[in-house]
Structures are given as structure tokens and as C-alpha cells.
């Protein structure tokens, strides 16, 4: 009984690098999406703050309409940075998945 234990340990503490691989990998595939869509966000927001600023200079808005639009630019943006973190929620729940099943596959090696 002591060798098997001592197997399932050695194969558990075997498994931290491949875990850290696989969040390693995930992060870096990921890391792409999220710079292209903070680019994409911000071109966005650069478009409207930019566009407003200057319905502010020619006097088509007040100050006040100018601070509601961008705190509604700002709400807005929020929302799709959250919808950016639902997907990537899923996706770490792969990676949990993904380390169960190496997890579990090694354990039964082991046994």
C-alpha cells in the first residue's frame, strides 16, 4: 500500500508544470482576443468621445449633455467588457476541465 501512495503522489506532484502549461497556453491564445478587442473598444470610444467634443466646441451640446453622453459611453463600454469576460469565463471552466481530465488520467496511470 505505501508504494501506491507514493506513486499517486509522485504522479500528482509530477502534474504542476503541465497545469501551468495549460493556463500558461490558454493565457497567451486568449491575451490576442482581449488586445484586439480593447483596440476595437477603444477606437470606438475614441470615435464617439471625439464626435461629441465637437457638438460640444460648435455649442450643439451643453457641458451637461456633453458628461451624460460619455458616462452613457462609459456604461455601454462597461457592458461589453463584461460580455468579453462571460465568454472567457467559459473558457476557464475548460481549463478546469482540461486539468480534471489530466488529473484523473494520471491518477488512473498510477493506480
Known amino acids: ?9 509522485t504522479a500528482l506532484d509530477g502534474l504542476d508544470d503541465q497545469v ?7 493565457v497567451k491564445r486568449r491575451r490576442q482576443h482581449y488586445e484586439a478587442a480593447a483596440k476595437a473598444l477603444h477606437a470606438n470610444l475614441k470615435e464617439d468621445a ?10 450643439q451640446i ?32 475548460g481549463i478546469a476541465g482540461d486539468v480534471l481530465k489530466l488529473t484523473v488520467n494520471t491518477l488512473l496511470v498510477a493506480i
Do not use: H
Not at 81 to 93: C, N
Open 62 to 93: 451643453t457641458r451637461e449633455d456633453f458628461d451624460m453622453l460619455m458616462k452613457g459611453r462609459l456604461a455601454q463600454l462597461k457592458i461589453e467588457l463584461l460580455s468579453e469576460m462571460s465568454i472567457s469565463k467559459t473558457k476557464f471552466e
Open 20 to 26: 501551468v502549461d495549460i493556463v500558461g497556453n490558454y
Open 1 to 9: 500500500m505505501p508504494d501506491k501512495k507514493s506513486n499517486i503522489k
Open 50 to 59: 471625439a464626435r461629441y467634443a465637437i457638438m460640444l466646441a460648435d455649442q
